[in-house]
């Protein structure tokens, strides 16, 4: 059974840091594309980043800079390493997976598990 789960939200003041972590298990999250995306009230669920099963990432424009992506404990733990917050990152955040594969989509539609997300407040 797969299963995600996300952890490291909560409440921070504008240019405070925070630290997301997504446990991965039921599959083989190496051979996967596994992904952070938000969704702030009121708007459409948005692409953060994205971590290549060859172990590339890509970062969304909006965040590139301050937010990095990474893999740990032999790559069942996706990381989202959140720097310089802005009012503006407030939203749920949430990991998903995408598998088998190996390309990487910015499309919420190509992934098919998903956590169950973790808050993100930003105060200015």
């Known amino acids: 059974q797969v299963q995600l789960m996300e952890s490291g939200g909560g409440s921070v003041q504008a240019g405070g840091s925070l630290r997301l972590s997504c446990a991965a298990s039921?599959?083989?999250?190496?051979?996967?594309?596994m992904a952070w995306f938000r969704q702030a009230p009121g708007k459409e669920r948005e692409g953060v980043a994205l971590?290549?099963?060859?172990?590339?990432?890509y970062i969304a424009d909006s965040v590139k800079g301050r937010f990095t992506i990474s893999k740990v404990n032999a790559e069942t733990t996706l990381v989202l390493h959140m720097n310089s917050l802005e009012p503006e990152d407030t939203a749920m955040y949430y990991c998903a997976a995408h598998y088998p594969t190996r390309a990487c989509y910015w499309a919420v539609r190509m992934y098919k598990y998903w956590g169950q997300g973790t808050q993100v407040t930003v105060s200015s």
């Open positions: 039921g599959f083989p999250a190496s051979s996967a594309c």
């Open positions: 971590f290549e099963r060859s172990g590339r990432t």
